[in-house]
């Protein structure tokens, strides 16, 4: 099962497949890094910490590991174009399996706050991009009217394959530590991954390949502008810096509580500024560029360790969840000298302080 050379939807063909059929399309998704977080590790006070660096796959976030199996179930199906709503990954992954299926992708974005990187993705493949004046939940609710009036296949995660693919994700960790972590950590916005994550867990155990069976606690974290699975109600204007989970009214909203209540695990929040502080400390501690969304998992993680409620002996997984190079804009970093100087060593050592 660990071959990470073979296409993800064969490695995990009897846990996935419907009988014998196809998946003629893959673009090399899966088969992510779980790097032990040594030194990030040591600053928070958790020695076994691994990063799930999702930023890897194909388009450069979890997403393709369900929208290979959505799409290929599409072309399957007879589908003549795919539709979803996105923050930005979601329509970045569509249109490039898309793209490869010969399918035409429609997506529709909430206006002004999808990032640069992940808006490029999309037109560079071919998308028909239409933004609405309205935010994601907005744009999920008519692209769910679309999808019942037959104008395309949601790839969305209300597409059950979707979440079905992102367990492979959960399945990796197993094979790579050879147990479940005890706890697993992510950031919530749609609350699919969550979901898919937890089922992905209990699936393996019951299937047996979950060795002592010991399954890990869910810590979901939500941004503090953008928290209505912590408030207990919608949120009608989130709000944060972390655009890919700007979301107030989660598809997933029952599995993720499912997830958290089963596990033992949590839900919180975190500030766009405890967001920002922990992709600063992935990336120069570590050297893992994530967006800010996919820092949520070690903010949280941070504050839970800081206050005792995970214990410096455990093995937690930090789920980042896409490529830092999809929003550089969020990138606040010592510039250095961007101003033109003279090219010799004696201007340039002033320069660089030395
Ligand atoms: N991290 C990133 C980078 C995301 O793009 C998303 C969701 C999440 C975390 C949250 O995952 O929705 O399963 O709870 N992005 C969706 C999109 C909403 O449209 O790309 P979730």
Not at 132 to 151: P, Q, S
Not at 207 to 225: D, I, K, T, V
Not at 313 to 339: M, N
């Given at each position: 099962?660990?071959?990470a050379?073979?296409?993800?939807?064969?490695?995990?063909?009897?846990?996935?497949?419907?009988?014998?059929?196809?998946?003629?399309?893959?673009l090399?998704?899966?088969?992510?890094p779980?790097?032990h977080?040594?030194?990030?590790?040591?600053?928070?006070?958790?020695?076994q910490l691994?990063?799930?660096?999702e930023?890897?796959?194909?388009t450069?976030s979890f997403?393709?590991?369900?929208?290979v199996?959505?799409?290929?179930?599409?072309?399957s199906?007879?589908?003549?174009?795919?539709?979803?709503?996105?923050t930005?990954?979601?329509s970045?992954?569509?249109?490039a399996?898309?793209?490869?299926?010969?399918?035409?992708?429609h997506?529709?974005?909430?206006?002004?706050?999808?990032?640069?990187?992940?808006?490029?993705?999309?037109?560079?493949?071919?998308?028909?991009?239409?933004m609405?004046?309205?935010?994601f939940?907005?744009?999920?609710?008519?692209?769910?009217r679309?999808?019942?009036?037959?104008?395309?296949?949601?790839?969305?995660?209300i597409?059950?394959?979707?979440?079905?693919?992102?367990?492979?994700?959960?399945?990796?960790?197993?094979d790579?530590?050879d147990?479940a972590?005890?706890?697993?950590?992510?950031?919530?916005?749609?609350?699919g991954n969550?979901?898919?994550y937890?089922?992905?867990?209990r699936?393996?155990?019951?299937?047996?390949?979950?060795?002592?069976?010991?399954l890990?606690?869910?810590?979901?974290?939500?941004?503090?502008?953008?928290?209505?699975?912590?408030?207990?109600e919608?949120?009608?204007?989130?709000?944060?810096?972390?655009?890919?989970?700007?979301?107030?009214?989660?598809?997933?909203?029952?599995?993720?509580?499912?997830?958290?209540?089963?596990?033992g695990?949590?839900i919180?929040?975190?500030?766009?500024?405890?967001?920002?502080?922990a992709q600063?400390?992935i990336?120069?501690?570590?050297?893992?560029?994530?967006e800010?969304?996919?820092?949520?998992?070690?903010?949280?993680?941070?504050?839970?360790a800081?206050?005792?409620?995970?214990?410096?002996?455990?093995?937690v997984?930090?789920?980042?969840?896409?490529?830092?190079?999809?929003?550089p804009?969020?990138?606040?970093?010592?510039?250095?000298?961007?101003?033109?100087?003279?090219?010799?060593?004696?201007?340039?050592?002033?320069?660089?302080?030395?």
């Amino acid at each position: 099962m660990t071959d990470a050379t073979r296409p993800l939807l064969e490695r995990y063909r009897p846990l996935l497949a419907r009988g014998d059929e196809p998946f003629p399309i893959t673009l090399g998704e899966g088969g992510t890094p779980l790097v032990h977080a040594r030194r990030l590790g040591a600053a928070i006070g958790v020695v076994q910490l691994h990063l799930k660096f999702e930023g890897t796959n194909p388009t450069g976030s979890f997403k393709d590991r369900g929208m290979v199996l959505a799409v290929n179930r599409a072309v399957s199906s007879g589908a003549r174009a795919v539709v979803c709503a996105s923050t930005g990954n979601t329509s970045a992954s569509a249109a490039a399996y898309a793209a490869a299926a010969g399918l035409p992708c429609h997506v529709i974005l909430p206006a002004g706050k999808v990032a640069r990187g992940k808006l490029a993705q999309a037109l560079a493949a071919g998308a028909r991009l239409v933004m609405v004046d309205g935010n994601f939940d907005a744009a999920l609710t008519a692209v769910r009217r679309l999808g019942d009036e037959g104008v395309a296949v949601v790839v969305n995660s209300i597409n059950p394959d979707r979440l079905e693919g992102q367990q492979t994700a959960a399945w990796e960790i197993v094979d790579a530590l050879d147990r479940a972590p005890d706890a697993l950590a992510l950031p919530v916005g749609n609350a699919g991954n969550i979901t898919a994550y937890w089922r992905g867990f209990r699936r393996y155990a019951d299937a047996g390949r979950l060795r002592g069976s010991a399954l890990p606690r869910m810590l979901g974290f939500q941004a503090e502008g953008a928290a209505p699975i912590v408030r207990g109600e919608p949120v009608d204007s989130p709000e944060t810096i972390a655009t890919a989970i700007r979301i107030g009214n989660p598809a997933s909203w029952e599995g993720a509580t499912a997830a958290r209540d089963e596990s033992g695990g949590l839900i919180e929040s975190v500030t766009d500024d405890e967001i920002l502080e922990a992709q600063r400390m992935i990336v120069q501690l570590e050297g893992v560029f994530c967006e800010p969304a996919s820092a949520a998992g070690v903010a949280g993680v941070r504050r839970l360790a800081s206050e005792g409620r995970i214990g410096p002996d455990e093995t937690v997984v930090c789920v980042l969840t896409g490529h830092g190079l999809k929003d550089p804009d969020a990138v606040q970093g010592e510039e250095g000298t961007l101003t033109p100087i003279a090219a010799d060593s004696g201007s340039i050592r002033a320069a660089m302080e030395l």
